[in-house]
C-alpha cells in the first residue's frame, strides 16, 4: 500500500465475503464502499451475493489528488488535517501536542496519481458489467451536498420500487 498498489483480490474478497455472507444469512442488508473494485471481485461477490444497485462515483483525478495530497496527520495520535478543509493552527504542527505534522507516502501526489491510474484500468470493466445487467447509476460531481441528495433520491426510488415488486 505504501506505493500506492491496491490489496490483492484473494485477500479482498476474503475478508469481505466472510462478514457479508454471514450477514445476508442473518437477515441483513449490505451497502459496500469500494468494493468491488476488479472484475475478480465482482465475480466472486455475484457468486455469493444477488448484487442488485450499484452507485458510481466520478469525481475528476485531479480533484481526488488534491483532497488527498493536502492531508497531513500526527503520526502519535492519528490526528488527521487538511489545509483545505481542517487546517493545523500553526502550519506543519498538530493542534494539540505542536509536534511535526507528516504526509503519508501514499498520500503525495505521485503515489495518489499510480493508484487511480491503477483504480481506473482496474474498474472500467466493473462499470461495463454492471451497465450490462441494468443496476448501476453514476453520479458525477465534487461537492458532497450537491452528490448527496441526488444520491439519496435514486436510492429512495429505487427500494421503493423494490418493495412494490415483493407486494
Not at 457479508?20 to 475478480?40: C, H, N, W, Y
Not at 465482482?42 to 489528488?65: F, G
Request: aromatic share 6%; glycine share 4%.
Amino acid at each position: 500500500m505504501d506505493q500506492g498498489a491496491l490489496v490483492p483480490d484473494n485477500i479482498m474478497i476474503r475478508m469481505v465475503l466472510d462478514d457479508a455472507v454471514e450477514a445476508i444469512k442473518e437477515g441483513q442488508s449490505l451497502l459496500l464502499d469500494g468494493f468491488p473494485r476488479t472484475m475478480e471481485q465482482a465475480v466472486a461477490l455475484d457468486k455469493n451475493l444477488d448484487v442488485d444497485m450499484v452507485i458510481n462515483l466520478c469525481v475528476p483525478n485531479e480533484t481526488i489528488i488534491e483532497r488527498i495530497s493536502d492531508r497531513w496527520i500526527h503520526p502519535a495520535s492519528g490526528r488527521v488535517y487538511s489545509y483545505s478543509y481542517k487546517p493545523p493552527m500553526v502550519e506543519g504542527k498538530d493542534d494539540e501536542t505542536g509536534e511535526d505534522l507528516v504526509q503519508r507516502d501514499d498520500d503525495k501526489p505521485e503515489s495518489v496519481l499510480r493508484r487511480l491510474q491503477k483504480y481506473d484500468e482496474a474498474t472500467a470493466p466493473l462499470v461495463k458489467y454492471y451497465e450490462e445487467k441494468g443496476v448501476i447509476q453514476t453520479f458525477r460531481g465534487t461537492m458532497s451536498d450537491v452528490i448527496y441528495p441526488e444520491v439519496k433520491d435514486w436510492l429512495d426510488n429505487q427500494l421503493a420500487e423494490d418493495a412494490a415488486a415483493t407486494v
